[in-house]
């Protein structure tokens, strides 16, 4: 079965019980007490010991107001939209199509894992992600990322961060299902009077949608997440072009020079 | 608000110092398996042949150990060779550099076995083909790393994936071309090989200073601009010009030399070190397009 996470942002209440759920069944180390006045996002960014991290957008002019009642607070006034944001286990994945070692694989559920007794830590994986995931834990020398919590779910499981969620703001489920279920919600938000709610899920990139979908309000952008993220595999037709011409270059080049001061 | 807090959606390159010395090692080794073989085969003299085979071996023994002391897991560097992958241009070149290494240091084996032997005919064949290998190893080895980091996320390498490797290919045959002249060669060849690495490297840097681009603003601005650009002027005008000079000024080869050298490594520090900076400058482009 291909599994997927549906994280919707209009349910998440900001709990970090995710990040949480995260560290402590994968035992990813600590990030630190950093105080950083974003809001109440002390986490930052996603990275090698951040597997989960709860985004905080404030937002106050323009905030759209929705019908009285349905949404849990006044229209016109201060809102906060959290949205707890995950590795997106791309179709295409940038890390896994680097990786020289074949340290990351596709498992059996379609999730993008590393595989922590291979890599050598080159760091490619690191500048080859269009969303900013994976990074090099300088104290370790390996790079690391959500593992979909592999683990558990080869054992039947939900994924630590969804078995945790509170508010069923993070489900995990077969990947077909989930992008109906967040079709339905979508429909079900606008008919609320939500109409800036969209879903993430970029399958008209070259990244052809991701097994973490997203649920937003307002654009990708005030998430830090692409519109158009593109696999850099992408260039490697017109790299490889240009090497060759390169080449041709350097061969006719050197053997002309040679070849010329001969005669 | 356009953004997160201004926090950049990328992550930096957590490469170091030994990236671009490799760049600039395996650049130079690469196109000097290539001058190795022309001049060989168009009947240049033996002592130039036998240093551009050499310069090829020294590089090609010096790359790994340098790619080896990058890795986050150095004792793991094997695990390169465990799969082979066209769709990683990190694997392509660890396959790359392992053939030229083994080739470069066979011919300039066979070169010591050859005159131990007094000119030993399977030695020699056995050199020749090593000298074949290493050179057409050496083309790939001296280009792709273009295309290494031009197909990445990074704005200001991908930006430029259709440049780097004729750009990073022209710098590696002219700080080949270079080390033989300082090494005391002073064929004709050498100077018109020079001459045309110049030439091209100008090019090159005339349409990064005429283009406009978000991608390509850590290659103008800050110092990381300041080194690639004078990266730019060491490995391109300036020796051009000498080159030109050369035939009424004798020096001037020598200052080519030694300038080209200096360009080509700084050309390659810059654009590693203009990948990191191109972090904080997409995200203002990013800011700008939402």
Known sequence: MITAFLTDSTLCIGCKACEVACKEWNQVPSDGYHFTGFSYDNTVALGHSTWRHVKFVERTAGVAAPIDGTAGY????????????????????????????GSIVRTEFGGVYVQP????????????????????????????????????????????????????????????????????????????????????????????????????????????????????????RDGWSSAAVAAGLMLLGTAAAFFMQRE | MSDYYGLPLLKPPVWTWEVP??????????????????????????????????????????????????????????????????????????????????AAAASAGADLLERATNGSVPVRVIGNIAEALAAASGLVLSTYTGVLIGATAIPAWSENVKVLPVHFGASGVGAAVSILELLGHRDRALNVLGAGAAAVETLIGASFELRQSDALVPLKDDWTGAVTRMGGVLSGPLPL???????????????????????????????????KCSIEESQKAFVRSS
């Open chain 1, 74 to 101: 006044r229209s016109n006034t201060f809102r906060w939209d959290f949205s707890s944001d995950v590795c997106k286990h791309c179709s295409n994945a940038g890390c896994l199509e680097a990786c020289p070692t």
């Open chain 2, 21 to 102: 010395a490799y760049f600039f090692v395996g650049g130079a080794a690469g196109a000097a398996a290539v001058i190795a073989a022309a001049a060989r085969l168009s009947g240049g003299r033996d002592d130039l042949v036998r240093d551009a085979r050499w310069i090829a071996a020294v590089g090609g023994a010096i790359a790994p150990p340098l790619l080896i002391a990058d890795l986050g897991r150095p004792e793991r560097f094997l695990n390169m060779l465990r799969v082979f992958k066209l769709q990683s241009a990190m694997s392509v070149g660890a396959w790359t550099l392992v053939a030229f290494s083994n």
């Open chain 2, 241 to 275: 010009a000498l080159r030109l000079l050369a035939g009424r000024l004798p020096s001037a080869r020598k200052a080519a030399a030694v300038s080209t050298m200096m360009g080509s490594l700084m050309t390659r520090v810059g654009w590693l070190a203009a990948g």
């Open chain 1, 117 to 236: 007794d291979i890599c050598n830590g080159c760091g490619y994986c690191v500048v080859s992600c269009p969303f900013g995931v994976i990074d090099r834990r300088p104290e370790d020398g390996r790079a690391f990322k959500c593992t979909f919590c592999y683990d558990r779910q080869k054992a039947g499981l939900a994924p630590a961060c969804a078995a945790a969620c509170p508010t069923q703001s993070i489900q995990f489920g077969e990947i077909g299902e989930l992008r109906a279920k967040a079709a339905a919600r979508i429909a079900q938000l606008r008919e609320r009077g939500i109409d800036d709610a969209s879903i993430y899920d970029p399958q008209h990139t070259s990244v052809g949608g991701t097994h973490a979908i997203f649920v937003l309000r307002g654009r990708p952008e005030d998430y830090n997440l692409p519109s158009n993220p593109e696999v850099p595999t992408v260039h490697l």
